[in-house]
Structures are given as structure tokens and as C-alpha cells.
């Protein structure tokens, strides 16, 4: 065990010092090694196989850090990381799969969640199969959220209109509509507003106000 021990700290403090020359971060890992009992040094070794933990490195702002973008790209090079990649996109409108020629930066980066989109300041659906029969509307378990119509007026007031469309037509109860924009932005990565108005759907629930309307003797023009 001390043997593939010592082999590991080896290898990690190897490119530990290749990304950050100043050796600060080095001597970081040499004090922790130092303090870290062999059967912390396994359990960690397993969370970074698990890739529930990694080897990071601190730099920090406004100090003349070493760490610095070229010398990542060379560092990565040797290590046999490629950090260019060609990607598998989906076209929108055939829907064939193609690799795209060219290479795009492809990284694993941090994400720090904003307080509110914690658990207890929204409210976060289960999924996305319970719907209104009226509306076309996700409703108890899939309800997320909702819209007020003075919401709407500072909406519109701030001319942010493909927002209003998106809220309270294809994300309002325009089933298909919405269904082929998720399918858009899963094969692509991205939906187009004016791409979804080409297959002429409507908004469950003003179809269903207008036959109540009908049905009470009022023409409309929906």
C-alpha cells in the first residue's frame, strides 16, 4: 500500500507543480499528504476514481499567480487531455446527426447555485407529465411555477416580448410546441422562437375558452 502510495502522491505532484511553477500549490499537497493517514489517502483516492472529488488547484486573484492559460494548454497537451473536441450536433430542421468540422473547447466546469434556486425558496417539479385537460397546463406534481398577468405588463412595458411568447405560448399550453422546442434544445442545445411559430399550434386553453364562449352563444374570432 505505501509503495502505490507514495507512486500517487508522486504522479500528482508532478502536475500539480507543471500547472502552477511558483510550487505553492505543490507544497499545498505535500503538508496535506503529510497529515493524511493511508486510509484517508484511500478513501480519497476512490472519491476522485468515483469522480465525486479531484485534485484542485488554488490561484488566488490579484497575487501574480503562475497558473495561466498557455501553460494549461501545454500542461494538458502532455498529460494527454484534449481539450478540443468535435461534437455531435443535431440539425433543427432535418433532424440528421452530423460531427461538426471544426474543434470546440470542451471543459468539466464548477457550478455554484444562486440561494435562489435553493430547495426552499422554489418550488421544483417532479417532471413534466401531469398536465391541465383544459389547458394543456402542467399542474400538480409538474407545476413549477406561474405567471400574473402584472408580471405580463412589466414584460411587456421592458419590450421583451419573445420572453411573453415563450411563457405564455409554448411554455403556456401549447403542447406540441413545447414538446418540439425540449426536442430542439436536447438534439442542439438551443430552441429558435421563430422556427416553433412555423407549425401553426395553439394554446390549449384559449381553444378551450373559445368553445365555452361558443357554447354560451358569443362568436369569437379564435
Do not use: C
Not at 493517514?37 to 503562475?66: C, H, L, P
Not at 494549461?72 to 432535418?94: E, F, R, S, Y
Not at 438551443?190 to 384559449?206: D, F, H, I, P
Amino acid at each position: 500500500m505505501s509503495g502505490n502510495r507514495k507512486a500517487a502522491e508522486a504522479v500528482i505532484l508532478k502536475w500539480v507543480k507543471a500547472i502552477d511553477p511558483s510550487e505553492k500549490n505543490t507544497q499545498m499537497y505535500e503538508a496535506m499528504f503529510a497529515k493524511m493517514t493511508d486510509a484517508q489517502f484511500d478513501a480519497w483516492m476512490v472519491a476522485i476514481e468515483g469522480r465525486k472529488d479531484y485534485v484542485s488547484i488554488v490561484a488566488d486573484n490579484g497575487t501574480g499567480s503562475k497558473v495561466t492559460t498557455d501553460n494549461n494548454i501545454k500542461v494538458a497537451k502532455q498529460m494527454g487531455v484534449h481539450l478540443l473536441q468535435k461534437l455531435w450536433l443535431t440539425d433543427a430542421v432535418t433532424g440528421m446527426r452530423y460531427l461538426t468540422p471544426i474543434e470546440y473547447l470542451v471543459l468539466d466546469l464548477p457550478v455554484r447555485r444562486q440561494i435562489q434556486t435553493l430547495e426552499n425558496k422554489i418550488s421544483i417539479p417532479e417532471d413534466n407529465k401531469h398536465i391541465d385537460e383544459l389547458t394543456d397546463q402542467p399542474t400538480g406534481t409538474s407545476k413549477g411555477s406561474s405567471i400574473s398577468f402584472p408580471e405580463l405588463q412589466v414584460l411587456y412595458a421592458q419590450n421583451l416580448d419573445a420572453s411573453i411568447l415563450e411563457l405564455i405560448k409554448f411554455r403556456g399550453g401549447d403542447e406540441k410546441a413545447m414538446r418540439a422546442m425540449d426536442k430542439s434544445i436536447i438534439d442542439s442545445g438551443g430552441a429558435s422562437l421563430e422556427s416553433l411559430k412555423q407549425l401553426g399550434t395553439k394554446v390549449r386553453a384559449n381553444t378551450t375558452l373559445s368553445t365555452f364562449l361558443k357554447g354560451m352563444h358569443f362568436d369569437n374570432n379564435y
